[in-house]
């Protein structure tokens, strides 16, 4: 593993989405409004129900976020997409913070299971990224995982085999 901590704060994250973190060219985030996090609790290349590495991060709701105005009018719900963004976007970090190299895109995902909504009233969201598969070779840099999103400690997402790796082109 790279020299890094195991938790970040915003400040941090926003580091990363001007590529400040990792070094230019390396994994990086989005900036707001698509940072779908406001903070990483835990992080490892080793822990996790398999061994292989997890993420636990946390997203604080409010009423004035962007995605409430337009989706929908008179009937504010958080995109489920949104949701399966942040779990790829964390997937894409835990693979910079052990130090491989290339920036990362999303490969796909195996199921979603959208179980409840996100609207205005719930005040926070807990990612949970737990890695199966963590593969660094000359030609291939991915991580596979399962992850789930709760909603104020009710599962509302759940995801398995979401695909991310990482490229120098």
């Known amino acids: 593993m790279a020299d890094y901590p195991s938790s970040f704060d915003r400040d941090d994250l926003l580091k990363c989405a001007r590529g400040e973190l990792f070094g230019p060219g390396n994994a990086q985030l989005p900036e707001p409004p698509m940072l779908m996090m406001d903070r990483i609790t835990e992080i490892s290349g080793d822990g996790g129900a398999h061994g292989k590495g997890h993420v636990v991060a946390e997203f604080d709701i409010t009423p004035d976020l962007w995605f409430f105005k337009c989706h929908f009018p008179g009937n504010p719900i958080m995109p489920g997409c949104l949701g399966l963004d942040g779990l790829w976007q964390l997937t894409g970090f835990n693979l910079g913070w052990r130090g ?45 995982a399962n992850g789930r999103v709760e909603a104020d400690g009710e599962v509302i997402y759940q995801v398995t085999d979401m695909k991310v790796a990482l490229s120098e082109n």
Do not use: I, S
Not at 120 to 134: E, H, N, Q
């Open 100 to 144: 491989w190299q290339g920036r990362g895109y999303a490969l796909g995902v195996g199921e979603v299971k959208l179980t409840g909504m996100v609207r205005p009233d719930r005040k926070m969201l807990t990612y949970y990224v737990d890695f199966t598969k963590a593969v660094q070779t000359r030609r291939l840099t991915m991580g596979v």
